[in-house]
């Protein structure tokens, strides 16, 4: 049919009708249609005044050549929402849906309106503390109406029991039951209230059942409302307050106290226990009185606590019939016994309570004793802390003098290359000492935090003893000492590096207290396992030191060691029992004084390999800082003595210039840092904060190859979120350190966790250049 054609016959169609395209075009319309459909804020298209379902659900529908009927919602500006049935049948000669629209406005606002109430009601019976339902008449009995309660208990939900019979949700007891009930309320015809008794998984629930009749004008019928409401509890209560009356005349019997029933003192009744505890039977103590059976020095009280009618108890003592004293707590108590008021005394045992009193004193006395010790040792502590404060103090000193003199030569205009060599030596050596010290706390800081990784693996004790022997070969010689390192082919299985801390501390141990005489190295075979040996020639150990020494802070001879240019903090040896317990290798000390000590460790045996691993310390995140042994290069050379110890690294150039993002927030190590990296021959860039970081890494972001990044930033900033802002402004991730300068056990498990290497200040050159030696 032509378009024309199509719109003068719907021009001729009643109700509001239209031919509507795939896209819900009007292709022409009844007259009633163009009049309801010429809104004006609709600009002349209908589908603006469609809600967002409607026109999606409406186009769905006209994409498909079938016939629909769906409901649409127009917004009109001076009616508000109108609600619209439309039905559409396809039509294939115009390819298109021809629609009519129905109103149904009034009867979807009835809907909604009834819809809340039905809800409202809905809310209500839910609230309502009981079971619920509403059933038709018979002979179909259905239910039309429960709440959750009621659906619940029937093991539906309110939808599902819609429908549902009597005979659908009873049991045939219970439908027994219930017709029976039914019999008098369908005679009567008045409402009826029973006890219904209903089988749980582990009780019995007592539920209060009442039909009410819900009747025509006529009186038919119509229907039945059941509520039923749980008064297990009630019925639960009454059956306890039964069973407690029976279980008070049995606990009496078979109670492990004793109680004794008197009228004016005289005993009335007793109870087994209170035969038991005075060893007379039943028919000896009726009669007797109570106050006869305790000490009489305690009668007095007693006859005022048993006859003054008012609930007492107290500590006393009564007489067994073999003459044993019983220490015993009376209670005293009145009750009412078949209407007639009776005292009661209650005799408990407390034997059991006298020696857990005397326990918890002995404990609290040990506890006192233990407390009094550790607040001396934390006194101990504290005292020596104080005077270790002049150990760092001391190299502290020494450099701000050296730093004295160069200033000094500086103004000079010929200064011998020898001074400022010998200045540079005394600086490293106060630097050395100051580092020796921070590291030893550091070591006891890593392992409060179990920070340190034991990394088991074969090691030869040759190349061991060789570097050993090459450590502390100086260091005995200046002090006049003979040093022997044993030869040894062995191979045994640990940790490299822990080891060697071990026997680095035993050997400058046993240097620092043998003021003459010779220090040996060896080992010695013990079945499968090597036990190795330091023998010195020194002070010695008295016998009741042998355990103290492995303490912290505790020094056998604090004045002898204080004098010693080689003085430690006391920490060696406690280092050296914890890092062996960490490597399981088992420690033991022989002790003479005046003559020397003997200190041995022993470790599992391990076939040889051909190939030797380096005992070199790694830069690891359980490793990041260079273990040396405590005392090494603690003695400063004199004015006049060649420097025969190699020289740190510090003037070394790098095997390949880096580009280094430093941050740190303290100003001179910044500009430290900086120097040092530029001397050695690489481009530094200095952040003093994470802001300045971000800057630079944008503006270098494909020149920057190493992060160095202190761990506290000022205010709450830390390396980790410094690190992270940086990293998201490089294109390619970048080797990371954080150097950190707190020892405390909790921060060093903080940032061992974080992910990156850690170098510990003071950095020393060694550690700084394996950083920069990094693969990038």
């Given at each position: ?11 001729l169609?009643?109700?509001i ?12 319309a ?42 649409l ?59 619920l ?48 009930a ?13 006890l ?20 025509w004008?006529?009186g ?33 019997e ?11 003192g ?27 059976m ?8 007693s ?17 067994h ?30 034997r ?23 607040e ?6 504290s ?5 270790a404060?002049?150990d760092l ?13 160069l ?29 020796q ?23 030869p ?36 590096t ?7 501390n035993?050997?400058a141990n ?29 002070i ?13 802070f ?20 406690s ?9 399981d ?28 691993p ?17 005392h090494?290069h603690?003695?400063a ?48 860039w ?47 991730p ?12 909790q921060?060093?498990?903080?940032a061992?966790?974080?992910?990156f ?20």
């Open positions: 049919m032509p378009p024309d054609s199509a719109a003068a016959s719907w021009a169609v009643p109700g009708g239209a031919l509507l395209s795939a896209v819900g075009e009007v292709l022409a009844s007259p009633d249609w163009q009049s309801c459909m010429q809104e004006a804020p609709w600009g002349g298209d209908w589908r603006n005044g469609l809600d967002h379902d409607s026109r999606l659900h409406l186009l769905q529908a006209l994409s498909r050549a079938r016939d629909f009927t769906l409901p919602r127009l917004w009109r500006p001076a009616q508000g929402v109108a609600h619209y049935r439309c039905a559409g049948w396809w039509d294939p000669v115009q390819r298109a849906h021809g629609c009519y629209l129905v109103d149904v406005t009034d009867q979807e606002v009835e809907r909604q309106a009834h819809d809340a109430l039905t809800g409202w009601i809905r809310r209500l019976f839910e609230q309502l503390p009981m079971q339902a509403y059933f038709s008449a018979p002979p179909k009995v259905r239910c039309l109406f429960a709440n959750n309660r009621f659906a619940r208990a029937m093991g539906h939900d309110d939808t599902s029991i819609l429908g549902r019979t009597v005979a659908d949700l009873l049991t045939p007891d219970e439908r027994l039951r219930l017709r029976r039914g019999r008098s309320y369908a005679r009567s015809g008045q409402d009826l209230t029973f219904h008794r209903r089988r749980r998984a582990d009780d019995e629930e007592v539920l209060e059942v009442s039909l009410c009749a819900d009747r004008p006529d038919r019928l119509r229907g039945t409302f059941v509520l039923m409401t749980d008064v297990t509890e009630r019925h639960r209560a009454e059956r306890a307050l039964r069973a407690s009356r029976e279980r008070l005349s049995r606990f009496l078979v109670s492990a106290e004793g109680v004794l029933f008197h009228r004016d005289t005993i009335t009744d007793a109870n087994p226990a209170a035969c038991q505890l005075s060893g007379h039977p039943h028919a000896e103590l009726v009669g007797r009185t109570v106050v006869s305790t000490p009489r020095r305690h009668r007095d009280r006859r005022v606590a048993i006859g003054s009618g008012a609930d007492a108890y107290f500590e006393s003592e009564i007489h019939a073999n003459g044993e004293t019983i220490p015993v707590e009376l209670i005293g108590r009145t009750m009412e016994i078949k209407g007639e008021r009776l005292r009661m005394t209650v005799i408990r045992d407390i059991d309570r006298r020696q857990a009193q005397a326990r918890i004193h002995t404990l609290i006395e040990d506890l006192r004793s233990q407390k009094d010790r550790a001396a040792a934390d006194r101990a502590k005292v020596f802390l104080a005077a404060s002049h103090r001391q190299p502290i000193h020494a450099l701000g003098l050296f730093l004295t003199a200033r000094a030569m500086a103004q000079s205009t010929c200064v011998p290359s020898t001074e400022l060599a010998q200045i540079c030596r005394r600086m490293q050596s106060s630097l050395d000492g100051l580092g010290l921070l590291n030893m706390l550091l070591d006891v800081s890593r392992l409060d935090a179990n920070a340190v990784q034991v990394e088991l693996a074969a090691l004790l040759a190349q061991l003893f060789a570097e050993l022997d090459q450590e502390f070969a100086d260091l005995a010689h200046e002090k006049g000492l003979r040093l022997h390192v044993a030869s040894s082919s062995a191979w045994v299985r640990t940790d490299a822990v080891l060697r801390r071990i026997l680095s035993l050997m046993a240097i620092r207290y043998s003021p003459r005489g010779r220090i040996l190295l060896g080992a010695r075979s013990r079945g499968d396992r090597l036990e190795i040996q330091v023998w010195d020639q020194g010695g150990i008295a016998p009741e030191q042998l355990e103290a020494i492995f303490e912290e505790y020094q056998i001879d604090a004045a002898h060691s204080r004098r010693s240019q080689s003085h430690g903090l006391g920490l060696g040896l280092i050296v029992k914890r890092s062996a317990r960490l490597i290798a088992p420690l033991r000390v022989c002790s003479t004084p005046g003559r020397g000590s003997l200190f041995c460790i022993s470790v599992p045996r391990a076939p040889a390999h051909t190939n030797t380096s005992l070199t310390p790694t830069h690891s995140p359980t490793h990041a800082h260079t273990h040396t042994h405590p090494a603690a003695h050379p004199s004015p006049t003595e060649p420097a025969q110890r190699s020289e740190r690294s510090t003037a070394a150039p790098a095997p390949g210039a880096r580009r280094v993002l430093v941050i740190d927030d303290e100003e001179q190590v910044l500009m430290g840092m900086q120097q040092l990296l530029q001397v050695w021959g690489h481009q530094v200095c952040a003093s904060s994470a802001d300045e970081a971000v800057v630079l890494a944008i503006a270098h972001a494909h020149e920057i190859d190493l992060l160095l990044s202190d761990y506290r930033l000022g205010g709450n900033m830390t390396a980790v979120q410094a690190i992270a802002a940086v990293h998201a402004c490089l294109p390619a970048v080797p990371t350190y954080i150097l950190t300068g707190d020892t405390s056990p921060r060093i498990q903080e061992s966790e974080l992910g290497p850690l170098l510990h200040k003071p950095v020393e050159p060694d550690a700084l250049l394996a950083a920069l030696r990094s693969p990038t």
